[in-house]
């Protein structure tokens, strides 16, 4: 009779000692647009979040509204108590985004709620070159030339592979 209640409880052990007890930390914020129109889609957007003097890092995806959440960074099993010097980081979205290293970055500060942080500055970003970036940097990342090759007509007759397999080649001929 005392057997089943032993496995019971040893059960009910084991499966107490592997649920670890939370201290959470969260940070909660938005990225916004600043040449958007109002109600556009914000979601697939990157966020890095990285504490100082901690290795991990960790990585949030926005919502449809531009709202993220992500876990502070921490090496230890229970978090520190506040964690120090932290920074959130705009990395890149679905589609080319815009922005200056002011409004890409911003420091992490604590909320009025006990696990809760948020960002000090918002980041925002553009999603066409804005002109307050100066019109020239913009321009050349968009002035990449074609990377079409030259495909010379061969008759099938003679079973070749397209012409640009073989124009790009220069043999070099020398003395070995």
Known sequence: MA????????????ALVRIELSTC??????VSCLDCKSNTDLSGI???????????LAMATTEDDG?????????????PTVPS??????LGGPNQLYASNKIMVS????????????????????QSC???????????????????TVDLPLP???????SSYYIPFFPIIGIP
Do not use: M
Not at 71 to 79: A, H, M, W
């Open 3 to 14: 057997l089943p209640h032993t496995i019971t409880v040893l059960l009910l052990v084991l």
């Open 156 to 162: 099938p007759q003679w079973g070749l592979a397209p």
């Open 107 to 126: 420091q992490i500060v604590k909320t009025h709620d006990s696990n809760t942080y948020t960002i000090s500055n918002p980041l925002s970003f553009y």
């Open 85 to 90: 010097n932290c920074l959130a980081k705009l």
């Open 25 to 30: 930390q969260v940070i909660k914020a938005k």
């Open 46 to 56: 990157k966020v890095l979040v990285k504490c100082d003097k901690v290795k991990k």
């Open 130 to 148: 804005p002109s307050t970036i100066n019109q020239a940097k913009c321009e050349a990342n968009n002035n990449w030339a074609s990377s079409k």
């Open 67 to 79: 709202s993220f959440e992500a876990e502070v960074p921490s090496d230890y099993k229970t978090p």
